[in-house]
């Protein structure tokens, strides 16, 4: 069985950094590309950030990009959310998600997510 546990999230001031993680069990990590994604109240469902299984290829949406950094270490089966430079709109819950195929993009298993609060 697939799991996902996020960890890292807290509450912090307007430009304040964190660190995100997300350690997977159950399967080969080092297969399946990684997403973070996250979910403010009254907003939709927003990927943040993605990784390939290689950790070569990555992936930031306009709103984080150059502020946050997805990383991964294989040999420990985590992903990880570098946020820097943290803003009041980036409060959120934020879960990683990946594929039940390796290789491809795809968000078929989620954790169960940390919540973020940044103060102003």
């Known amino acids: 069985q697939v799991q996902l546990v996020e960890s890292g999230g807290g509450l912090v001031q307007a430009g304040d950094s964190l660190r995100l993680s997300c350690t997977t069990s159950?399967?080969?990590?080092?297969?399946?590309?990684m997403g973070w994604f996250r979910q403010a109240p009254g907003k939709e469902h927003e990927r943040v950030a993605a990784?390939?299984?290689?950790?070569?290829?990555?992936y930031y949406a306009d709103s984080v990009k150059g502020r946050f950094t997805i990383s991964r270490d294989n040999a420990k089966n985590t992903v990880y959310l570098q946020m820097n430079n943290l803003k009041p709109e980036d409060t959120a819950v934020y879960y990683c998600?990946?594929?039940?195929?390796?290789?491809?993009?795809?968000?078929?298993?989620w954790g169960q997510g940390t919540q973020v609060t940044v103060s102003s």
């Open positions: 998600a990946t594929s039940k195929a390796a290789y491809v993009y795809g968000y078929d298993y």
């Open positions: 159950g399967r080969t990590f080092s297969l399946y590309n």
């Open positions: 990784i390939s299984w290689s950790g070569t290829a990555t």
